[in-house]
């Protein structure tokens, strides 16, 4: 058991399954970048263990992931001792790395690997269950990216939405910023299998195991197929280029504000339409939203 303060590690089945808990669940598992860190960390270390054959992901507590944390004690304490330089190249680099480049990464492992998903699946949430081969959820289950409507972005930086839930669907959630249960996730091919909440570990596992008994290389060129099939249909140059519109977003609300909303009391809710009703309002024009 290798020794993380944010998730847990360790190995079932005689190695073969793999098993990464988030645990935070006092914050729903919200992402701050140690967190992900050891995540990263915990799923190169499956990757690397000749013996597993099947990885799964899930949160302690009520919830998968709230997505990116945004202002806990522990991401403000982070940030002070891991100051990003100003600017727009910054932050670029960090969000390549530690946001879009770590979800490829897991994507791209050649381990089979399912999201075991309760409760909320929102926001930088989906960035962690996405990357996944299969994604099982507990009928409470809740999946959806407020990001756009909050502040001010195409969603977030793992652009997976018109992969995952259709082009059609991806725009009236993104505009909206509602949310849709484990039963239409389903529907639309998002989630391999909805299952009671109380069922959801057990279910994951029965899966797990059934995958752990295939032959590896069925397993490896199943999953690359599709992955590839995926790539040359666009996936991940669109991923590239919107990650691209993303921080321009960052950068549109950092000349309006002078770079407060890095800050994440103006992050909240509401925010950033405010500072571009004012923009709207001192280049003379209607307030347009
Ligand atoms: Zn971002």
């Not at 915990?42 to 009520?62: C, M, Q, S, Y």
């Not at 997505?67 to 390549?96: F, M, N, T, V």
């Amino acid at each position: 058991m290798a020794s993380y303060k944010w998730i847990l590690y360790g190995t079932q089945d005689e190695g073969t399954i793999a098993k990464i808990t988030l645990n935070r669940p006092e914050r729903r598992n919200a992402q701050h970048e140690p967190l992900l860190r050891e995540v990263n960390d915990a799923f190169l270390k499956a990757e690397a263990d000749p013996n597993v054959r099947v990885v799964i992901l899930t949160g302690a507590g009520p919830s998968f992931s709230s997505g990116h944390d945004l202002g806990s004690p522990e991401a403000i304490e982070w940030r002070e001792q891991h100051p990003r330089k100003p600017g727009a190249e910054a932050r670029y680099r960090h969000e390549l790395e530690v946001f879009l480049g770590f979800s490829r990464r897991w994507r791209d492992l050649t381990k089979i690997t399912i999201a075991q998903v309760q409760g909320y699946c929102v926001a930088a949430g989906l960035m962690l269950a996405w990357p996944c081969d299969l994604i099982i959820a507990a009928e409470d289950a809740k999946f959806g990216d407020p990001v756009p409507v909050r502040l001010g972005l195409p969603g977030v930086e793992y652009f997976g939405h018109p992969w995952e839930f259709g082009a059609r669907k991806a725009k009236e959630l993104l505009l909206l910023g509602d949310t849709i249960d484990a039963k239409k996730a389903e529907q639309i091919g998002m989630v391999n299998k909805v299952v009671p909440v109380d069922k959801l570990e057990e279910e994951t596992l029965a899966i797990a195991r059934r995958v752990a008994k295939l032959d590896t290389s069925a397993a490896l060129w199943v999953k690359q197929a599709v992955n590839v099939t995926q790539d040359m249909q666009g996936m991940w140059n669109a991923m590239q280029t919107v990650l691209w519109i993303h921080n321009l977003g960052h950068a549109h609300h950092g000349e309006l504000t002078g770079g407060k909303q890095a800050s994440s009391a103006n992050m909240r809710e509401g925010k950033v339409s405010e500072w571009t009703r004012k923009a709207d309002v001192a280049a003379g024009r209607q307030a347009g939203i």
